[in-house]
Each structure stands twice: as C-alpha cells, then as structure tokens.
C-alpha cells in the first residue's frame, strides 16, 4: 500500500455527539468525513487505483461501524434522532 492509514480519533466522542444533535435536521453530518476525505486524497494521488487505498477504505469503515453502533446502544434512530 501506498500510506498507512492514520488511526482514528474516536467518531462519536462528546464534542462529535453534541454537533449531532444540534445540528438542523435537514443538514448533513458525518462524524467520519475526515476518514472519507483521506480515502478520496488517496485515490487522487494514485490515479483512482482502489487497491492502493484499501487502507483508508478499511479506516472509514472502522469509523462508520463504530459510529453506527454507538448511535444503537444508545437506542436512537438515525433519521428522526
């Protein structure tokens, strides 16, 4: 691989939370866009070959798995939160 992925900080840390919920309901929030935008740098430095990013790809979905699951145990649904 081209770049190791750096490790992510926490997708649903207290700062990240309150953002969440006080953010318009018509406005988008991605606590892991900062892990996308790194898997969209890399495919960018390497011509779009996905196989040189498989580890920002792995490190957004880490982030998107975590995040998903913190937001069930604390049993609130995503769209009308």
Do not use: V
């Amino acid at each position: 691989m081209s770049s190791q992925a750096e490790p992510s900080d926490d997708p649903w840390d207290k700062k990240t939370k309150q953002k969440f919920e006080n953010k318009n309901k018509s406005e988008y929030f991605d606590p892991c866009q900062e892990a996308a935008a790194r898997s969209i740098r890399c495919l960018n430095r390497n011509g779009g070959d996905r196989k040189m990013c498989t580890d920002y790809f792995e490190a957004y979905r880490a982030c998107k798995k975590e995040w998903t699951e913190k937001r069930k145990k604390e049993g609130r649904g995503f769209l009308f939160g």
